[in-house]
């Protein structure tokens, strides 16, 4: 996100955690620090294969509870920056069953994986993917579903299940432009998907 009062109304409106792009050729690029940082969501800095001093020093100053990393980051990677406090979120594009044995490298060194669409950039595709190859993740890491989810998700969401599966990530389904959230849009969500968990029995 990129603006001081829509991630305001966004954290309001019940997300958890909020991201920052560090990426400069995403057109959600984090190019200056907005006038308000989340005090309740957990802060979340996506990078895409940058050097570990640099990834440390952006989330010093902008106070970072997590790292997403989108790139070719080896697992060495991951393990300096959990070294620095920081939770690690490994994000894997889910092409196959090959991909999902691919996370096995980085079981140690990762509190989550997010698994997301594959696609030409990194991620923000509109895109979802096939989720029943999550079937064939075995792993003990946490993971959060990507790709292409959107208001029209929850039907889908409803009959999905895993045990690992811990949350999911919204992006490009609720914004109005690039890096600009629709707050009413994810309080709307984020209420039904709480009424949904309830239903089916899954837990938050």
Same mark, same amino acid.
């Given at each position: 996100?990129?603006?001081?009062?829509?991630?305001?109304?966004?954290?309001?409106?019940?997300?958890e955690w909020i991201g920052f792009i560090f990426y400069p050729p995403s057109p959600r690029f984090?190019?200056?620090?907005?006038?308000?940082?989340? $005090?309740?969501?957990?802060?979340?800095?996506?990078?895409? =294969?940058?050097?570990? %001093?640099?990834?440390?020093?952006?989330?010093?100053?902008?106070?970072? =509870?997590?790292?997403?990393? /989108?790139? %070719? $980051?080896?697992?060495?990677?991951?393990?300096?920056?959990?070294? $620095?406090?920081?939770?690690?979120? %490994? #994000?894997?594009?889910?092409? =196959?069953? #090959?991909?999902? =044995?691919?996370?096995?490298?980085? $079981?140690?060194?990762?509190?989550?994986?997010?698994?997301?669409?594959?696609?030409?950039?990194?991620?923000?595709?509109?895109?979802?993917?096939?989720?029943?190859?999550?079937?064939?993740?075995?792993?003990?890491?946490?993971?959060?579903?990507?790709?292409?989810?959107?208001?029209?998700?929850?039907?889908?969401?409803?009959?999905?299940? /895993?045990?690992?599966?811990?949350?999911?990530?919204?992006?490009?389904?609720?914004?109005?432009?690039?890096?600009? %959230?629709?707050?009413?849009?994810?309080?709307?969500?984020?209420?039904?998907?709480?009424?949904? /968990?309830?239903?089916?029995? /899954?837990?938050?």
């Amino acid at each position: 996100m990129t603006e001081g009062e829509n991630i305001r109304q966004t954290e309001s409106a019940g997300a958890e955690w909020i991201g920052f792009i560090f990426y400069p050729p995403s057109p959600r690029f984090a190019s200056r620090m907005p006038d308000y940082l989340p $005090e309740h969501a957990r802060r979340v800095g996506v990078f895409v =294969d940058t050097p570990t %001093k640099d990834i440390t020093e952006i989330a010093r100053n902008w106070g970072l =509870d997590l790292v997403q990393l /989108h790139g %070719k $980051e080896p697992p060495a990677q991951c393990r300096e920056l959990q070294e $620095e406090g920081l939770e690690v979120i %490994k #994000a894997f594009s889910v092409r =196959d069953r #090959a991909t999902l =044995d691919d996370t096995a490298a980085y $079981e140690d060194v990762c509190s989550y994986f997010l698994f997301d669409t594959p696609c030409t950039g990194y991620g923000g595709s509109g895109r979802s993917f096939n989720w029943n190859l999550t079937e064939h993740y075995q792993g003990r890491i946490p993971f959060l579903l990507g790709g292409g989810i959107t208001p029209g998700s929850l039907g889908k969401l409803a009959a999905f299940s /895993h045990p690992q599966w811990a949350g999911i990530d919204l992006n490009s389904g609720f914004e109005r432009v690039p890096g600009i %959230k629709n707050p009413q849009a994810i309080a709307r969500f984020v209420r039904m998907l709480g009424t949904l /968990h309830k239903t089916t029995g /899954h837990s938050d």
